[in-house]
């Protein structure tokens, strides 16, 4: 598995589901997005869902996106983070949405003594 990227903004999509057949539900796909396309599909998840669609993410068309939820950013230093979406589609072609923001290399913590 490896990601694949999506569009000229950076995204990218690792598709979890060609792990298994194309038949086996749910299905999910990893995307990587920037905090600025984070923000525009979690403030219009129609957009997404075509986006999703276009770029072929799943082996059928989303019909229904929804519900979406995201955890707060947890790096007070970082007011815009990039973010992993998690998101699952189901057979009857519904689409929810799970998003992480996407942790940073951490610094080195001193060696313990």
Known sequence: MKWEKMDAD????????KEEAANVWPQIAVLRVTNATYLKFSQDPRAFMKFVNAQNVFS?????????????????????????????????????VAALPLLNQEEASPKMR
């Open 60 to 96: 059928k068309p989303v019909i229904e996106a929804g519900p979406w939820v995201s955890l707060s950013s947890v790096d007070p230093k970082d007011a815009t983070p990039d973010w992993v979406l998690t998101t699952v589609h189901g057979k009857r072609s519904t689409m929810i």
């Open 10 to 17: 950076g995204t990218q999509v690792m598709k979890v589901w």
